[in-house]
């Protein structure tokens, strides 16, 4: 993607309380762009939304929202709904481009929250307002969880022999400028994007390596087996048609199970495999070094 020249514009900016948009909006004010950050209440009424928009006139409307939990409920509320009121207040202000931070898993769409980003993915590329989906692999975040676990001199937990995925991980400022330069990008209008962080594509085990030498210990790997989730989804979701906790716990072990088996990297058409190779990469910041700083601050 060719970075355009940064020019200032009126944006709206949903979704600043999570750390990916916090990261958008320090590198929106960087650059010099007028920035309304839209209220987490405000996502919830549509009125409201109307009369902000139209009292700040953005230009560029970007959503960074997404459901915390994933469960159906809360995907269909945040992935969907409010997107669609972002997209309203959008198309009624005269935005002129609707930036929307999606994710790479919804290629293969087997959960709740999948569905519903792709439901608004089709309503925002149905709509009459110029586009860019930005879909990104593995977050830095989301492979942090055992930093602490390892530096208590604690197994890494892999799930299998820690090979069955893959993926690209890019930090929240790598993504923050890949998505500040889709601005004024002629180059990204009406276009999905998948994005990773610099290569190559890790394993949970390559991750837990890196994790280790950062700490400068010797890897220890304890294995667990995806099958775990599945049975626990089987077993909980047995209750699912009489209770919401069930449904939404069950949920939560096919979210599991996901992301323990599938890859975080673009599907190759041909092949219908994922392919680390076709996956674009973004940025500079590497997974070690976000492990070094988060072992130096603990």
Not at 110 to 130: D, M, N, P, V, Y
Not at 223 to 252: H, M
Not at 262 to 271: G, I, K, Q, V
Request: hydrophobic share 45%; charged share 20%; net charge neutral.
């Amino acid at each position: 993607m060719t970075a355009p020249v940064p020019r200032s514009r009126r944006i709206a900016l949903a979704g600043a309380s999570g750390t990916i948009g916090a990261a958008t909006a320090r590198q929106l004010a960087a650059e010099g762009h007028a920035v309304t950050v839209v209220p987490r209440a405000a996502l919830a009424d549509r009125a409201g939304l109307a009369d902000l928009f139209a009292e700040t006139q953005p230009e560029v409307v970007i959503s960074c929202i997404a459901s915390r939990s994933g469960a159906p409920k809360d995907a269909e509320a945040v992935d969907y709904a409010a997107n669609m009121r972002l997209l309203a207040a959008a198309e009624s202000s005269g935005a002129g481009h609707f930036i929307l931070l999606s994710a790479i898993c919804v290629q293969k769409p087997r959960l709740a929250f999948q569905h519903a980003k792709l439901k608004f993915e089709a309503a925002l590329t149905a709509s009459g307002i110029a586009h860019t989906i930005v879909r990104p692999t593995a977050f830095f975040k989301s492979l942090s969880g055992q930093v602490a676990r390892v530096k208590a001199g604690k197994p890494f937990l892999i799930f299998g022999d820690g090979n069955l995925t893959r993926c690209k991980p890019i930090s929240d400022d790598d993504l923050a400028r890949f998505i500040a330069g889709c601005i004024d990008n002629p180059e990204v209008l009406g276009k999905v994007l998948p994005i990773g962080g610099p290569g190559p594509a890790l394993s949970l085990r390559d991750a837990g390596a890196l994790l280790f030498a950062a700490a400068g210990k010797e890897p220890t790997f304890k294995s667990v087996s995806p099958a775990i989730f599945t049975a626990a989804a089987r077993v909980i979701g047995l209750g699912a048609g009489v209770s919401a906790w069930c449904a939404e716990k069950a949920e939560y072990a096919r979210i599991a199970h996901y992301y323990a088996t599938e890859s975080m990297l673009l599907l190759d058409p041909a092949t219908g495999e994922y392919s680390a190779d076709l996956t674009p990469e973004f940025g500079s910041e590497t997974l070690e070094g976000h492990y070094r700083l988060l072992l130096a601050e603990s």
